[in-house]
């Protein structure tokens, strides 16, 4: 079975169970952290990648590192994986529950992309006015992107709203083209 399929069961399971225990928001903040840890860490990349070393140990590991720092799902969920041989799919993991969350609690991620920092009062109006689009709530996180020159970017799932400088001008160059063309 392929990994994103193992992932995606992995993050519908854990969903049920923190849904059950009320705790869907605080799963998906931990979750995130322990990928964090996990990614800032290069040693301990490498000692949980490492095939010669025993699921034992890493778990020994992992719980020195998160048991009691993270809701029960998390660490158990951690430990299955462990347990298992799948440390490799923990990224799409946290990938799916995010998706699965979201969609469950009428919520979206939006990543906008900016060449300048953005007030909290300028992120509060794209996520208003996405939102109206969306129909769901809207999260926002930000990415400075110093290429674009001016405006903004703006990725949901898979849709990117493209309002930057950059953007504007290609599509003018496309009609342009397009106009010379007839």
């Not at 990349?45 to 890493?58: D, E, M, R, T, Y």
């Not at 992309?113 to 999260?139: E, N």
């Amino acid at each position: 079975m392929s990994d994103i399929v193992v992932a995606k069961r992995y993050a519908r399971a854990l969903f049920e169970v923190a849904q059950e225990r009320n705790i869907v928001s605080q799963v998906e903040e931990e979750l995130k952290s322990v990928v964090s840890a996990i990614r800032d860490n290069a040693d301990l990349q490498k000692f949980l990648n490492h095939p010669s070393i025993g699921a034992s140990v890493k778990t020994d590991l992992l719980k020195q590192i998160f048991e009691g720092k993270v809701a029960e799902p998390v660490w158990n969920t951690l430990r299955i994986l462990i347990d298992r041989g799948r440390e490799a799919i923990i990224q799409a993991l946290v990938t799916d529950y995010e998706k699965i969350a979201n969609e469950a609690l009428g919520q979206a991620t939006a990543t906008v992309y900016t060449p300048t920092a953005l007030s909290d009062a300028q992120l509060a109006d794209i996520a208003a006015h996405f939102s109206k689009i969306t129909g769901k709530t809207i999260r926002t996180s930000v990415v400075i992107e110093p290429s674009l020159l001016g405006g903004i970017q703006v990725r949901i799932g898979d849709r990117l709203y493209d309002g930057s400088l950059a953007g504007r001008l290609n599509r003018l160059a496309k009609s342009l083209n397009q106009a010379q063309a007839l």
